[in-house]
């Protein structure tokens, strides 16, 4: 088992995600439009000490990674970490389309654009339109935006892992996972933001834990069912947890946040979002990475 | 507690978020899905080995009846679904908007006259915390009688001409009106009580047979009057952002989907004069099980309580056909260059 790096940077910044403030969320996406910026702030929080980089597959994720395969001495001290799918494309997209044409018209989409890498068997999968193949084919068609990184695990999102969970649907877990290992060698890991849910779902299944991407703060902000049934299961030592929303998006200080993650052995990682350079260093002294 | 079995008919994208909810939450189970596509179907024979399939709601009512259904279909089909479901005595969560027109769901309050039984329209929007929590200091009285009300929702979701039913007239009722911006309408008419008319305009910037952009000026019943302004074509806005203002005898209120806050000359409700604010996390509680966010498990474990112990909702279809009256009464005006639409009274 690899070590996850203690300190991820969170992507949300920089695609306009704010859970906090979404008028703040706009100004920080037209911000971060310019690559420069977003490359000064990695650059920045590397120099701190960040080891990984956070990275869903947003449409502006491909001037990043392209801009990490052009900066080796960058990209050698920080690995990626994919949450896929970028859910709120998929679902903007199926208001249109309806679902089903989403996933056929996007495969073939790419089929087009990109026949050599992709074609038959992208087309093959859309008329045979078996599931768990689809699963498979957009992994490898999300996944492309990483290729020639330093990716040791690939998140499933959490607006798609907590419905297959509801669903009771331990198969395309699997199928994620043995895509991942086989096809990639890296490790699955599920965003979730329903801890002990899914690690109730996962024992249930007999399914090997995967690493978890879930939210972890003392103010219980999309910590559900609620924080004590969270923090008896994070007091396990036989998970791994990248814990993000730590400071439950600016609500708390970073101090106070981080005292608390501390408290808890299941949590391996943080993952923390940075949009200037005083914010890093204010975020990463309290971690105590730096002075 | 015997658990509850619930059908879902449409298994699009609330179709499957409503099927998740009733298969997570505790005490419920998903036990049948109607659905038109063959592919869908085969996907949930493989899958769902003990949920039960049908392609129409026909034969879903005639074999053994769920203890409740949810209606995730096109806008269109819902009220036909429902008098079939309310016929067959079985308890009823519609997604917004109820219908085309108030007066086509009108026979569905008739078939509850008959036979009532526990009946919900989709609003959501009425379980986000922050706008929870301006209802009950509005109905606290803080602000005294409101005056002046101002809102709008935008998202940028349609910079190009869309395809799909959402933007055809026939299936969807309209544009962004009643689309997305039904939840706007519902709101208001939720938190400030009902209208007595409104003048409405309509525009298109990029579909070509219902609006972009709505701009609606209200009277509501009480005397206060206000505004909303809406667009599905708005830069900038990632989700759907709703934002109400408030302006009343006491103080003013402002609520997103972010923040309440409020600002009193005089004590009231329990709060000191001057300046409060509760941000998201400030209301936050946990639900058993958050999949699209937690004002959907809340609201599915509001109807779950209603079928289980036999009782009413807020957010009824008699309240939905309200809305819809609002959204008729807002058409009507834009189709006459904003003339002044007169509702009928009505108790709520």
Known sequence: MTLLPRIVLGHNAFFGVDHLSTRRGAERAAYFSDIEHVMSVVNEAVSHGAGGLMLSTHPRATAITDRLRRERDLSQQLQVFPLLPYAQKYVTRANELGMVRVVTSTLSEASVRDKAGLGIDFLRTVLRRDPLDMVRALMRLELRTFRRLDVPVVFLHDALADLLLALDQPMVFGVFEQTLRKRFGTRAGVATKNLPYLVHRFEQWGLRLPVILTHVNKAGFHVNPGIDDCEAVLQRTDLEVMAMGTLASGYLTPDEAFAYVRTLPAVKSLVVGASSREHIAETFRAIGLSQ | ?348
């Open chain 2, 1 to 348: 507690m015997d658990e509850i079995r619930g059908a879902v008919i449409g298994f699009g994208k609330l179709g499957l978020l409503h099927a998740g909810l009733l298969n997570g939450l505790p005490g419920a189970r998903l036990s049948a899905v109607v659905e038109s596509s063959p592919l869908i179907q085969r996907v949930i024979r493989q899958h769902f080995p003990t949920v039960e399939v049908f392609s129409d709601v026909s034969e879903l009512v005639s074999g053994q009846l769920p203890a409740c259904a949810v209606i995730a279909t096109p806008t269109g089909s819902h009220v036909q679904i429902a008098g079939a479901l309310l016929e067959a005595h079985v308890p009823v969560l519609i997604e917004k908007p109820l219908s085309i027109t108030a007066g086509e769901a009108v026979p569905l309050a008739a078939a509850l006259d008959r036979h009532w039984v526990p009946n919900m329209v989709g609003y959501m929007g009425r379980y986000l915390d922050t706008f929870r929590k301006a209802r009950e200091l509005l109905q606290h009285g803080v602000l005294g009688p409101v005056r002046m009300v101002r809102s709008s929702m935008y998202i940028e979701q349609l910079m190009k001409r869309g395809e799909g039913w959402r933007y055809d007239p026939r299936v969807s009722g309209g544009g962004v009106l009643i689309t997305q911006n039904s939840h706007l309408v519902d709101k208001l008419c939720w938190m400030f009580g009902d209208v007595r008319s409104v003048s409405g305009h309509t525009t298109r910037f990029v579909s070509a047979e219902v609006e972009d952009h709505v701009h609606a000026y209200f009277e509501f019943v009480s005397g206060a009057v206000g505004y909303l302004d809406a667009s599905w074509s708005a830069r900038h806005y990632r989700t759907p952002t709703i934002s109400i203002h408030a302006q009343g005898d006491n103080g003013t209120l402002d609520v997103d989907d972010d923040e309440v806050r409020v600002c009193l000359d005089s004590p009231a409700g329990g709060l000191v004069s001057g300046w409060h604010r509760w941000r998201k996390p400030d209301l936050y509680q946990g639900v058993p099980l958050d999949i699209g966010g937690p004002q959907y498990s809340l609201q599915m474990m509001g109807f779950l309580q209603a079928v289980r112990s036999g009782s009413g909702v807020e957010s009824d279809i008699a309240s939905g056909i309200r809305t819809q009256r609002v959204i008729d009464a807002i058409y009507a005006s834009a189709r006459s260059g904003g003339a002044p639409q007169l509702l009928e009274a009505t108790s709520r």
